[in-house]
């Protein structure tokens, strides 16, 4: 099947679990795709504002914003965007980035924020894809440095341990999340063009640093 | 910052200071997009409760991730309904719920002000007038997949075609809609410049 004859489905929330995971891997590396999919969303979000429906409840304004003031103190602030045009591309810190990791370490992120960090990287029109050495992976970099590693040919972590990502940072490796099995695995950290990210086994839930043999590797230059 | 002067502020900005954790910023989308946000998910799933966890879980996503999950070229209002759409059909196919048939009788979901109502009710008539034009069987493949959160071999089961046929029918509808909403925007710009 031409996974490029799913866009439509995919704009419209309508394909299976698993044809929905092969496709936003598909979207990693297929920028006709990507463009084609920023027209749909177009029409499904006219579609979403032309959907009737009944007035929620006052509470409902009232919860969220309770809930959004608990959950206050775990949300990293954004550092001041740098206007030089050169310097843009670095200047958006991913501050989904660290929420994340922040969010993961104490066990609140769900699957929609993951749901919702992917689809920010992978549909990202101006993203790039850089294929890693012996292409197992690609890891596409958006504008700002949202990253995401997409991985193909893997085996699932054995019991007892997790595949972690780093982010080299002056040659300093730096956490950048753990998976467990092929698929997609948005970064924790951004990645700077140039910047190199590697992926280890390492033990469940991760370590400071990295221990094991570099399982692959990917440079954003 | 008072909500007061948020008001003039677009989508965008706010997103912008909802990542940096402006509450009165998340407060002011809400009192924009939530209406059509809770409108759009209580159509999906049919379920008071079901539609307020899915537009709480999509508003607070947003929050959490401090906006960086917003894509650079969307518009800030279609992000945030796709994020409830999506997260209205996982639960709708969950809760083994989904209904077809259209809404009868609803009111309108409220939004702020009265030209921001206006041009809403313009807005949703011009989607409305365009799916219209639809031939029916894509018509039908679209609404059944946004609104009944069908999936698409679901879809080929319920209507008894080739998922070939669903896939077709479903990608040239889009592709038509787009084009007929394109149109109409530039219609609207260019009588109104």
């Not at chain 2, 799916?131 to 679209?142: S, Y």
Request: aromatic share 6%.
């Amino acid at each position: 099947m031409d996974l490029h004859d799913l866009t439509a489905g995919y704009a419209l929330d309508a394909l299976d679990p698993d044809e929905r995971n092969r496709y936003e891997e598909h979207l990693a590396s297929c920028e006709r795709c990507r463009d084609e999919l920023q027209g749909f969303w177009h029409v499904s979000g006219a579609l979403g504002r032309a959907a009737g429906g009944p007035m929620p409840p006052p509470s409902l304004r009232e919860r969220i914003l309770e809930q959004a003031r608990s959950e206050r103190p775990k949300v990293v602030p954004l550092r001041r965007r740098v206007t030089t045009p050169v310097l843009a591309w670095a200047a958006a810190v991913a501050a989904v980035a660290a929420v994340a990791l922040g969010l993961w370490s104490l066990g609140l992120s769900s699957d929609l924020d993951d749901a919702n960090s992917k689809l920010a990287v992978l549909g990202d029109p101006n993203a790039r894809v850089h294929v890693s050495e012996g292409g197992a992976a690609n890891l596409v970099v958006t504008p700002t440095g949202r990253a995401a590693l997409v991985v193909r040919r893997l085996a699932p972590a054995p019991a007892g341990k997790d595949y972690e990502i780093w982010v080299f940072e002056d040659g300093v490796p730096r956490r950048a999340g753990l998976f467990e099995r092929p698929g997609v695995a948005v970064l924790s950290r951004r990645v700077e063009p140039g910047q190199t990210v590697v992926v280890t086994l390492e033990e469940d839930g991760g370590v400071d640093a990295p221990t094991g043999d570099p399982i692959f590797t990917a440079s954003s230059a | 910052m008072r909500s007061r002067d948020l008001a003039h502020l677009s989508d965008e900005a706010l997103v912008a200071l909802v990542a940096r954790s402006d509450e009165s910023a998340l407060a002011e989308l809400y009192d924009r997009v939530g209406g059509t946000a809770y409108g759009l998910a209580y159509r999906v799933l049919r379920d008071e409760a079901l539609a307020e966890d899915a537009v709480q879980e999509a508003f607070l996503g947003l929050w959490r991730s401090a906006g960086s999950f917003i894509p650079e070229r969307a518009k800030a209002s279609t992000w945030i309904l796709t994020l409830v759409h999506r997260r209205a059909v996982d639960l709708v196919r969950r809760e083994q719920r989904r209904r077809a048939e259209p809404l009868e009788g609803t009111p309108e979901p409220a939004v702020g002000s009265a030209e921001e109502a206006a041009w809403l009710r313009l807005d949703r008539e011009r989607v409305r007038a365009a799916l219209a034009q639809l031939p029916d069987q894509q018509r039908e493949a679209i609404e059944l997949a946004y609104y009944g959160g069908y999936t698409q071999s679901e879809l080929a089961d319920r209507l008894g075609q080739p998922i070939g046929t669903i896939k077709s029918r479903m990608f040239a509808g889009l592709t038509r809609l787009r084009e007929l909403l394109e149109d109409i925007e530039r219609t609207a710009w260019t009588s109104t410049t």
